[in-house]
């Protein structure tokens, strides 16, 4: 996957398999979309939830965000090329970004 030089981010999608749901916190809850905030409990307490999962929101084939937009303050502040994500891509054998 390529970059551009105003955004670094390989798309590797590697950050995104730290949860299996997007990390919002009690306070964003209640500015999320209700329709998505539907679909993240349903998915939570359905069958096919997993800790291991990756993030409900990525998409697997582009390795972004399903919903960039409205994604959770934890996500926004993770910055491509800062030393996690770099520390994440070395672990999955992919090099600095
Ligand atoms: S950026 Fe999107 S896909 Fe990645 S962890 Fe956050 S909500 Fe999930
Ligand atoms: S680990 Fe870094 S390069 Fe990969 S998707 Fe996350 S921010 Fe982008």
Not at 41 to 56: E, M, S, V
Not at 61 to 89: D, I, M, T, Y
């Amino acid at each position: 996957m390529s970059s551009s030089l105003d955004n670094p981010c390989h798309n590797c999608g590697i950050c995104c398999l730290t949860f299996p749901l997007p990390p919002f916190d009690a306070n964003e809850l209640v500015r999320a979309p209700n329709e998505l905030m539907e679909q993240i409990d349903d998915y939570a307490h359905g069958a096919r939830y997993r800790d291991t999962n990756p993030c409900l929101w990525l998409d697997l084939g582009s390795g972004k965000c399903k919903h960039h937009q409205v994604r959770p303050v934890l996500c926004r502040w993770f910055v491509p090329g800062c030393a996690a994500c770099n520390e994440l891509r070395n672990k999955a054998g992919l090099p600095n970004v």
